[in-house]
C-alpha cells in the first residue's frame, strides 16, 4: 500500500464536479507540495496541477488542486467523457523518497 | 518538439543486469533534472530514482537503492539506469520523465514522459 492514500474509484455523469482525495503525512504532503497525474488507457502519465494548485499551459481549468494540512485534493468540475482516466498525486517525501498514491480510476457514467 | 524516447528493456533472469537507456530531443537537457519512473502492468506508479542536471545530486527509492545506478551523459542527451540484481517485483514498464527547468530533483514535477519500455524479470 501506498504512503500516500487515494480512494480507488470515483464516478460522475457529465456535467457533475468530483473530487479525489489524497491523504499523506507531515513528511509528504504537510511540508512539500502536491502533483496530479492524468493517465489515459495505453497512455503515458500526463501532469494536470503541480505545486498543490497550478495548471500548466493547456490543462483546462476545470481541473482545479488544493491542499491542507496532509492532504490535498484534485476537483473536476463539468465532468467529461474524456475525463474517464487514472488519476494520481505525487510529493516529494523528506525520507529522501518520491511517492505516488495509489491512483484512482475515474469513471463518468 | 520535446521527445524522449526509452529503450533497453525485454526479458532477463532474475538476478541478471539490465541497462535502460533514455533519448531525448527537442530540448535543452542539460537544463533540467530528470526521473525514472516505472508502473507495474495494471497497477500504479512507482518513483525509481532522479538526477539533477549535473548529476551532483542522485536519489533512489528504498526499493531499488544498491541495486540500480541513475546516470546521463549531457554530451549525448541521454539518460540512463543500470538495473543490477533484477528481481521479479521490478517487472515493470519503466518511464524516463523530466522536472521542469529549474527544478530541483526532490520534487515530483515531471511536465514531459516518454512512452515507456517494459522490463520482464523471469526465468
Known amino acids: 500500500q501506498s504512503v500516500l492514500t487515494q480512494p480507488p474509484s470515483a464516478s460522475g455523469t457529465p456535467g457533475q464536479r468530483v473530487t479525489i482525495s489524497c491523504s499523506g503525512s507531515?513528511?509528504?504532503?504537510?511540508?512539500?507540495?502536491v502533483n496530479w497525474y492524468q493517465q489515459l488507457p495505453g497512455t503515458a502519465p500526463k501532469i494536470l496541477i503541480y505545486s498543490n494548485n497550478q495548471r500548466p499551459s493547456g490543462v483546462p481549468d476545470r481541473f482545479s488542486g488544493s491542499k491542507s494540512g496532509t492532504s490535498a485534493s484534485l476537483a473536476i468540475s463539468g465532468l467529461q467523457s474524456e475525463d474517464e482516466a487514472d488519476y494520481y498525486c505525487?510529493?516529494?517525501?523528506?525520507?529522501?523518497?518520491?511517492?505516488f498514491g495509489g491512483g484512482t480510476k475515474l469513471t463518468v457514467l | 518538439e520535446v521527445q524522449l524516447v526509452e529503450s533497453g528493456g525485454g526479458l532477463v533472469q532474475p538476478g541478471r543486469s539490465l541497462r535502460l537507456s533514455c533519448a531525448v530531443s527537442g530540448f535543452t537537457f542539460d537544463d533540467y533534472a530528470m526521473h525514472w519512473v516505472r508502473q507495474t502492468p495494471g497497477k500504479g506508479l512507482e518513483w525509481v530514482s532522479g538526477i539533477s542536471w549535473n548529476s551532483a545530486r542522485i536519489v533512489y527509492a528504498d526499493s531499488v537503492k544498491g541495486r540500480f545506478a541513475i546516470s546521463r551523459d549531457n554530451a549525448k542527451n541521454s539518460l540512463y539506469l543500470q538495473m543490477n540484481s533484477l528481481r521479479g517485483e521490478d517487472t515493470a514498464l519503466y518511464y524516463c520523465?523530466?522536472?521542469?527547468?529549474?527544478?530541483?530533483?526532490?520534487?515530483?514535477?515531471?511536465?514531459?514522459w516518454g512512452q515507456g519500455t517494459l522490463v520482464t524479470v523471469s526465468s
Open positions: 505525487a510529493v516529494w517525501d523528506d525520507s529522501l523518497n518520491g511517492v
Open positions: 520523465a523530466r522536472a521542469p527547468a529549474g527544478i530541483a530533483v526532490a520534487v515530483m514535477t515531471f511536465d514531459s
Open positions: 507531515s513528511s509528504n504532503i504537510g511540508s512539500n507540495t
